[in-house]
């Protein structure tokens, strides 16, 4: 088992900055690659970024792509979230995501931090 805590969520001015942290525990020499996904309320969940835990290559939605940047320290078994130039519309619960695949569904999640940026 993974254990996720996600932290660093926060209300924000538009074009401001965050930084989420997420930090794992548990089975880590499991994970192969961890995400940051988000949700509003009554939408589905969105894929935001996602980064392999050994190589480091990583991966954005369009929508985020220059704007924000993910990255991890393995020695501290965390990963980070960037988020710079903030817009209204990425105000949304922020979760971490962790698994040992190489694709598909996640199979562990925190429990979200909630992120607001106000116009």
């Known amino acids: 088992q993974v254990l996720l805590v996600e932290s660093g969520g926060g209300l924000v001015q538009a074009g401001g900055s965050l930084r989420l942290s997420c930090a794992a525990s548990?089975?880590?020499?499991?994970?192969?690659?961890m995400g940051w996904f988000r949700q509003a309320p009554g939408k589905e969940r969105e894929f935001v970024a996602q980064?392999?835990?050994?190589?480091?290559?990583?991966y954005y939605a369009v929508s985020v792509k220059g704007r924000f940047t993910i990255s991890r320290d393995n020695a501290k078994n965390t990963v980070y979230l960037q988020m710079n130039s903030l817009k209204p519309e990425d105000t949304d619960v922020y979760y971490c995501?962790?698994?040992?695949?190489?694709?598909?569904?996640?199979?562990?999640w925190g429990q979200g931090t909630q992120v607001t940026v106000s116009s």
């Open positions: 548990g089975r880590t020499g499991s994970i192969y690659r």
């Open positions: 995501a962790a698994d040992s695949k190489v694709r598909g569904p996640y199979d562990h």
């Open positions: 980064i392999t835990w050994r190589g480091g290559t990583t």
